[in-house]
């Protein structure tokens, strides 16, 4: 089955090595892949024997996202619901993983970007290398970040959360540990010894695999232009109510005080979806104040919403320009971030009414409802 | 059987005296002794869209709400903790009294950096003020001293120059305001006069000579007290003072002072001391001012209402002094709808940790060696907690209708808006402080701790019951003005309209003399109840004082007299009010489970007013066997309403960092491994 070759599984005592195995897609997480996944954690958590789950990508990426095109394929075909089973089995995963009872250690070598964050960022431990590039680009491409991002990326120092989910900013190995988003940064080189190193783990507390893990630690530097030495001007404009606000605040700045990271960030603002760019912001907000449970649910009717396309083809739209004609040209409607009102945002976040059969996202009760501490050196 | 339980007591008294862990030779007794935090939501589930219901107990602005909520989560100003493996923001109480105070400013220019007060003062219109209400409420929230300092600034100080000043003033002095490059406090209550205003001895004189005013404090008593703000941060104050001119007093007036420079040193002329520090709202900085022959601009006369020109003339508007000062006292109302609205917020929070904790911690068992019971299944426990939790939606119903007819105030609906808001304000504090009371013996020890907040909260909201006018007097306030209604009314034979007395001209209801079920809960035979009760007591209280005047006895003298009927009235009067803004609210609502629900919660408000209410048995409206009946309902509603109780708490939208550790994992919280 190519499930049973698109996730890898190592038994090493009482670990689970999991290794997502389509490198030329970048392990993008299919629907197929999500089902394993969710099956695997499942099945180890009731198993005693198992103490540990280790997840890595193979190849140059971790993961670099979900695989978007066969949902905006039956999106096209008028079959949004497919898409929305796909989407309901993804946010379950990563509501088993942010409650997880055993530790999950997240290998960060390479590439993650959205449902690669998802897959990760909600486990205990996150390692990253110097090859990690993290993103979540979803407003370039008509989505908003999900996968539970609103409680991660909310949870970050000031309103770090708001540019990254945002902008689509790239961060690397430094700047994640910086902001929390990873607990720990080993050099790839050591990443063998590492693992090895954790097989031998015969026990869940966490305090114990945090042993190992610190003996690998690296102190990495931050680079010069890192945008988290500019979290005084992120949180002075990221922090407005809207964002047009949050814009016209960032133009100030620029006047004041031209940069290219400024300008850049301003630019990648004017060039996402206008809907989405609302929508994320909201999400985020509203995440700062709900339980990771209540943030999937939330974002299962958002991406309903987005996927149905009553108020806003963007997805469709963002898929063309960056996927499939890669024109990189994408035509957004609502084109004006004035064009979209509050109570078209609004409707994101109301039930699917109208549809038959359609419901929220049931997540089952779970004992650890402690999401794992996002940015837990806060 | 019972042998093991003897057993674990006397390890338990063991370990409390040896403080040694209990021997585990015997592993059948350890996971008895252990108890496990399990979250309430495992085992609650919600029966109604609870983001809808919150949606309808605030009203309006929730997207603004959240962001302020969310600005004060990711500031280290607001002192964020965790405990229990998740974040809480609360003040530290443990500071002195001078940090608090400090502190609490640094918040503020932290909020108003961010935007939050812009157009606080400068926009009007519905729309900003319900924001500026909403903005204000979520500040509440998080600590009480928050909010009254910016109730000072932006709504004593900040409405006084919108409301008495003219162009003139506001131009200068709303963007200065509402930017903090003015510091405003509001000094009108003195050491000798307090709810009374009319009666305040500070006096200004006018000299046309040098076109001045000159503000006196003429003796100890006049000297202003409680002044918000004045103690450390105010530069400027509006001050109440009589007017004398050339002799004759022309009442009271309004006028603005400054009363430090620039580097917050006091003013010649003026004198400044510290209240000290309170049972609560320590970061507040209260003071005392007296004031030496202190000159100001003549423009600094807040015109609106009476002026005084260049060469000394008076001139007003409004001939009759009382209603000149009538008008004065009006902006006062919106500090009344604030009061208010804070105190439900806070019952809410009072509720939402103690039901919450009630839902998680566990005491006795009622078959021996049996499970030990959850707080909140306990019969006496819902009664303790769920009539309290009715009468919060009831008058969360209530104080938004308020907001809504001050925001749409015209000048006919003020006089409307003056009494209801003096009832509301009076009723709904006096509400919060009993809430938390509950709450705090409800939640046991926990309650002693700062942390938790329910207890700490008494100290803070204390002074909601006399600041702003004493709730005994705006009762008294409230009967007064019925009894002018009805006398008027009566004399023009005009039929009644406004204030809801609508009901007195239709024929009086008749209640029938055995009280089902389906009865008690059916709203009309609610509203009948309450009707017949304000009326009765209207014309209870009216003949009484009727009949006495006309053996020549003033009408002053004969309010005074019969104070206990006023008092019974005035209840009446707001309960009834309450209760039909619950009706209103519940008549708007599709059928569904909230429909369903929120009939419910009114029901036990209903309810639990007849309960409490003596009256009703007093005059005969009740009869013995009907006020059984009622008890009886009561019970019942209060097991109907606890699988709700988790959901009806969660609709508050209060963000878990804002309750307390109590509500969560307490175990975890106070863990050995935690310290």
Same mark, same amino acid.
Do not use: E, I, W
């Given at each position: 089955m190519a499930s049973q070759s698109q996730v890898l599984v190592e038994v090493k005592s009482s670990v689970r090595i999991l290794t997502l195995n389509r490198p030329k897609q970048l392990n993008a997480l299919c629907f197929n892949m999500i089902s394993r996944l969710l099956q695997l954690f499942l099945a180890y958590e009731k198993d005693p024997s198992v103490k540990l789950v280790i997840l890595k990508g193979q190849g140059r990426a971790f993961c670099a996202g979900g695989d978007v095109p066969p949902v905006v394929n039956n999106i096209v075909q008028g079959k949004w619901r497919l898409g929305a089973d796909f989407f309901r089995d993804q946010y379950t995963l990563n509501y088993v993983m942010a409650t997880y009872s055993k530790p999950q250690v997240s290998i960060l070598n390479g590439i993650v970007m959205g449902a690669g964050a998802g897959v990760s960022i909600h486990g205990r431990f996150r390692i990253a290398t110097e090859n990690t590039v993290f993103a979540m680009p979803e407003t370039a491409l008509g989505l908003f970040p999900d996968v539970g991002a609103s409680y991660f990326l909310s949870r970050l120092p000031g309103y770090f959360g708001e540019y990254v989910g945002l902008t689509g900013a790239r961060l690397d190995g430094a700047e994640m540990l910086a902001c929390g988003l990873a607990t720990h940064f080993v050099l790839s080189s050591s990443l063998d010894a590492l693992e090895a190193d954790l097989? !031998?783990?015969?026990?869940?507390?966490?305090s114990f695999v945090s042993t190992i893990l610190d003996a690998y630690t690296h102190h990495p530097y931050l680079k010069? !232009?890192?945008? #988290? #030495?500019?979290l005084d001007v992120i949180d002075r404009c990221f922090s407005r109510r809207t964002v047009e606000e949050i814009i016209s605040a960032l133009e100030r700045e620029a006047t004041q005080e031209p940069d290219d990271w400024i300008l850049t960030t301003i630019r990648a603002l004017k060039k996402s979806s206008p809907s989405s760019l609302k929508i994320s912001l909201r999400s985020i907000r509203e995440g700062r104040l709900q339980g990771v449970g209540q943030c999937l649910i939330r974002e299962y009717r958002m991406v309903c919403h987005v996927m149905k396309g009553d108020l806003s083809k963007d997805l469709v739209e963002g898929c063309r320009a960056i996927l499939i004609d890669k024109d990189r040209n994408p035509k957004w409607k609502p084109k004006r971030l004035e064009d979209m009102k509050d109570n078209m945002v609004d409707q994101y976040f109301e039930r699917v009414e109208e549809e038959e059969r359609w419901e929220d996202l049931k997540l089952s009760p779970r004992n650890n409802l402690r999401a794992s501490k996002i940015a837990a050196k806060l | 059987m019972s042998e093991n339980v003897e057993l674990r007591r006397a390890h338990i008294i063991a370990n409390h005296i040896l403080r040694s862990p209990p021997p /585990? /030779?015997?592993? /059948?007794?350890t996971p008895e002794v252990c108890f496990q935090y399990s979250p309430p939501e495992l085992n609650e589930s919600y029966g109604f869209e609870v983001k809808e219901m919150r949606k309808l107990l605030d009203g309006h602005n929730l997207e603004e709400r959240d962001w302020l909520y969310g600005l004060m989560m990711q500031s280290n100003l607001f002192n964020p903790k965790q405990r229990g493996g998740q974040i809480f923001v609360s003040p530290d109480y443990n500071q002195t009294m001078e940090q608090q105070r400090q502190i609490s400013m640094k918040r503020i220019l932290y909020l108003l950096e961010k935007g939050v007060f812009q157009g606080w003062l400068t926009e009007t219109g519905p729309e900003a003020e319900l924001k500026k209400f909403a903005l204000y409420e979520v500040c509440g929230i998080y600590d009480y001293s928050l909010s009254a300092k910016l109730g000072v600034h932006f709504l004593l100080w900040g409405n006084a120059v919108k409301f008495f000043g003219t162009k003139r003033h506001h131009e200068k002095w709303l963007k200065y305001t509402e930017d903090y490059v003015v510091n405003g406090c509001f000094a009108m209550t003195e050491l000798g006069h307090g709810t009374n205003v009319r009666g305040i001895e500070t006096v200004t004189t006018y000299d046309p000579t040098t076109e001045e005013f000159v503000i006196n404090t003429p003796c100890e008593s006049a000297q202003k007290y409680w002044i918000g703000e004045a103690a450390n941060h105010a530069n400027h104050a509006i001050v109440i003072s009589q007017l004398s001119m050339n002799g004759t007093n022309q009442g009271i007036h309004v006028f603005i002072a400054q009363i430090r420079d620039h580097d917050g040193n006091t003013c010649p002329n003026v004198r400044i001391a510290d209240c000290g520090h309170k049972i609560g709202l320590n970061g507040v900085d209260n003071g005392r001012i007296w004031f030496d022959n202190l000159r100001i601009p003549r423009e600094n006369l807040l015109n609106s209402v009476a002026d005084v020109l260049a060469d000394g003339k008076y001139v007003s508007s409004i001939k009759d002094p009382d209603q000149r000062f009538g008008a004065f006292l009006a902006p006062l109302t919106s500090g009344r709808v604030t009061i208010a609205s804070s105190a439900i917020y806070s019952a809410k929070l009072g509720l939402a940790v103690a039901i919450r904790y009630s839902l998680s911690r566990r005491a006795f068992s009622v078959a021996a060696n049996g499970p030990e019971v959850l707080l909140l299944d306990y019969p006496s426990h819902q009664r303790r907690l769920l009539p309290l939790l009715a009468k919060t939606y009831a008058m969360s119903f209530a104080v938004n209708d308020l907001k809504m007819i001050y925001v749409k105030r015209t000048p006919e609906t003020n006089k409307a808006i003056h009494v209801v808001s003096s009832g509301f304000k009076a009723v709904l504090t006096w509400h919060n402080m009993r809430t938390l009371q509950e709450c705090r013996e409800a939640v046991g020890g926990q309650g002693l701790k700062t942390e938790n907040r329910v207890g700490h909260l008494k100290g803070e909201y204390d002074v909601q019951t006399t600041f702003e006018g004493d709730n005994n007097v705006l009762m008294q306030l409230v009967s007064k003005a019925l009894f002018a209604e009805y006398v008027s009314c009566k004399k023009r034979n005009k039929p009644f309209k406004g204030l809801g007395l609508e009901h007195m001209n239709s024929p009086r209801p008749v209640l029938p003399t055995q009280l089902t079920s389906s009865t008690l809960r059916c709203s009309q035979f609610q509203k009948s109840v309450f009707c017949l009760r304000e009326r009765d007591l209207l014309e209870r209280f009216t003949s009484e004082v009727a009949e006495l005047q006309g053996r020549g006895e003033s009408r002053e003298f004969l309010f005074l007299l019969n104070h206990q009927l006023s008092e019974d009235l005035s209840k009446a009067f707001t309960e009834k009010a309450i209760l039909q803004t619950v009706l209103d609210a519940e008549a708007k609502l599709p059928p569904g489970s909230v429909k369903d629900v929120l009939g419910l919660v009114r029901s036990m408000y209903a309810l639990i007013s007849l309960e409490e209410d003596p009256s009703l048995l007093r005059y005969g409206h009740l009869s013995r066997d009907n006020v059984g009946d009622v008890r009886k309902e009561v019970s019942k509603l209060c097991g109907e309403l606890r699988p709700h109780a988790l959901a009806l708490v969660a609709s508050f939208g209060i963000p878990d960092a804002f309750l307390s550790p109590i509500a969560f994992n307490w175990v975890e919280a106070n863990a050995w491994s935690s310290l």
């Open positions: 097989c !031998k783990v015969g026990t869940s507390d966490p010069q !232009k890192s945008a #988290y #030495y500019r | /585990s /030779s015997n592993p /059948s007794l």
